[in-house]
């Protein structure tokens, strides 16, 4: 499965999570943080700059210093991942307000589907004055059944940053399968990992560098999304302040109290929990743990402050359920962005030369075809040609057994040349082996051994294994010491071994 680059995006902060599902288990493979750079120029230089020339208005400076910026911004993100194969990756972007909108629809829900959708985008215009298009809007329903839309409305900041990284890089474009929104995720993951009770109330405190989230649970449905918080660690003097936020939105949702706290984000300290036991001594308060993802590739100083990374899993996970059909999510892919990222992108100049390709094509596979048929023949007469060629090896094999074999009357020919001259005792011997082969055709001698003292050692085959027995009766002193089946040249011949002694032949030869 390709790795998935979950991007947050919140306000200046920028969180990434590179992670791949493993077993069924997230795995984190790195993790970075940066704040956005902006461009920086002062008002006066800023203004001095501007020429003005009829109705020509340039601002060639400040340009090239957002260029500047924009490329520090993509050297960054580089940097930080370095190792990890980018046009590999999938790009999910996680937003929050106000690159995103919510809107409580509570008209009719009787309408499903398209219906619905439209009923919603129209309800949108009348109370928003907002045109929006369906593929830019998703929905969920809520605890009470109500529906809370998501929209996007204009271009996304977030996924420009892709973009421009994509150029960067060299890259037409990083493929973004879809864009989600990072307070139903999040909702989602903790209901999943939580064991809550069907009529708990549970707050998700979602704590940012400048921001913070307030996102309310009923049961494991979500309950109500508050207002973004305009404070976070840099800004944020004391707790005291969450507490008259999250009354308010206790009274904006309906909840009269609360019996889960889950604390997320940059902040999940001791110091933090005990402020909100303090307030709510009745709720069980506690921080979001990542038991279900694997960490093993981070460092130490990384693990301790992964809570930051919690809407970059949540997203991750979000994902990877609705590929299993676990869950259905929100995808708020634009389609600007789906039609970039075609594989063919079409004028209607190049609708035009359809009807050619497709005759081309028509033209090459009638030429594949033809020269397959050829190629077919051909591989049947090379299959042919290496059967006869494997034949033809094995019958050379053989040849070669037998040549061995037949060599072995060389040695037997110098044993004659080194017998004494004039004993006679030779002659006599071959004499008799000759005429009993004579009468016996199916009967060879391929070796003759003198071994010590007189003793004689004959090898040879036979094609009929009874006149063996003959041969060793007819040799005096003689002894079959082996006969063993073997095959030469598709014929079943007996090779076999007589040892005998010749000095019952000396007086023969006197």
């Known amino acids: 499965m390709r790795p998935l680059v979950c991007i947050y995006c919140e306000g200046n902060d920028t969180k990434i999570a590179v992670v791949v599902k493993e077993k069924e288990k997230i795995k984190v493979l790195k993790t970075t943080s940066f704040d956005i750079v902006q461009p920086q ?7 001095s700059n501007l020429n003005i020339d009829g109705e020509d208005l340039e601002l060639d400076k400040v340009g090239q210093k957002d260029s500047a910026s924009n490329q520090s911004n993509q050297s960054i993100i580089l940097s930080s991942l370095k190792g990890i194969n980018l046009s590999n990756c999938l790009f999910l972007p996680a937003l929050t307000e106000p690159a995103i909108y919510y809107h409580i629809f509570e008209g009719s829900k009787e309408g499903k589907g398209s219906k619905l959708t439209q009923e919603i985008i129209q309800d949108i215009q009348e109370t928003k004055n907002v045109k929006i298009r369906k593929e830019n809007l998703g929905y969920t329903e809520l605890a009470d059944k109500s529906i809370l839309s998501v929209f996007l409305s204009g271009e996304v900041q977030c996924i420009k940053m892709v973009n421009s990284l994509a150029r960067f ?13 990072a307070e139903i995720s999040l909702a989602y993951y903790i209901a999943k990992r939580k064991k809550f009770f069907p009529d708990d109330n549970s707050l998700i405190v979602y704590i940012g560098k400048e921001y913070s989230k307030l996102i309310f649970l009923e049961g494991r449905k979500l309950k109500h999304i508050g207002s973004t918080l305009d404070i976070g660690t840099i800004n944020l003097h004391t707790y005291d302040v969450y507490f008259s936020k999250i009354l308010l939105e206790m009274e904006n949702g309906g909840i009269s109290s609360l019996d889960n706290i889950i604390v997320c984000g940059e902040d999940d300290s001791e110091n933090l929990i005990l402020s909100f036991y303090g307030t709510f001594p009745e709720a069980n308060v506690s921080k979001l743990e990542f038991d279900d993802v694997d960490l093993s590739d981070l460092d130490d100083s990384t693990k301790e402050i992964f809570s930051s990374y919690s809407v970059p899993i949540a997203v991750a996970n979000d994902y990877y359920d609705g590929l299993e059909n676990l869950h259905i999510g929100i995808n708020l ?8 990222q075609r594989f063919f992108q079409f004028a ?3 609708y035009a030369m359809l009807p050619f390709l497709f005759l081309a094509s028509l033209l090459i596979t009638y030429w594949a075809l033809k020269n397959q048929k050829e190629i077919n023949f051909l591989d049947t007469q090379i299959t042919g040609k290496t059967v006869l060629q494997r034949q033809h090896q094995k019958i050379l094999s053989r040849i070669s057994d037998i040549q061995n074999k ?14 004494s001259s004039g004993s006679g ?7 008799k082996i000759s005429g009993f082969i004579n009468s016996n055709p199916n009967l060879w001698i391929t070796k003759l051994d003198k071994e010590e003292g007189d003793q004689v ?12 027995t003959d ?15 073997e095959a030469i040249l598709e014929k079943s011949t007996y090779r076999f071994s007589i040892a005998f002694n010749i000095s019952g032949y000396y007086k023969e030869a006197q």
């Not at 120029?41 to 203004?47: A, C, N, V």
Request: charged share 25%.
């Open 425 to 431: 005792v030779w002659s006599i011997v071959m004499s």
């Open 471 to 485: 041969f060793a009766y007819f040799l005096e002193n003689a002894q079959l010491k082996s006969v063993h089946f």
């Open 348 to 350: 209607w100049h190049g």
């Open 41 to 47: 120029f002062d008002l006066e230089e800023g203004l």
């Open 333 to 340: 892919l634009p389609k600007y962005v789906k039609e970039d």
């Open 169 to 181: 890089n060299g890259k037409r474009y990083y493929k973004i399968p879809a864009v989600k929104s």
């Open 406 to 419: 037949i060599s072995g009357f060389d040695q037997t020919q110098k044993i004659l040349d080194s017998a």
């Open 457 to 468: 050692v004959l090898e040879g085959y036979s094609l009929n294994k009874n006149v063996l």
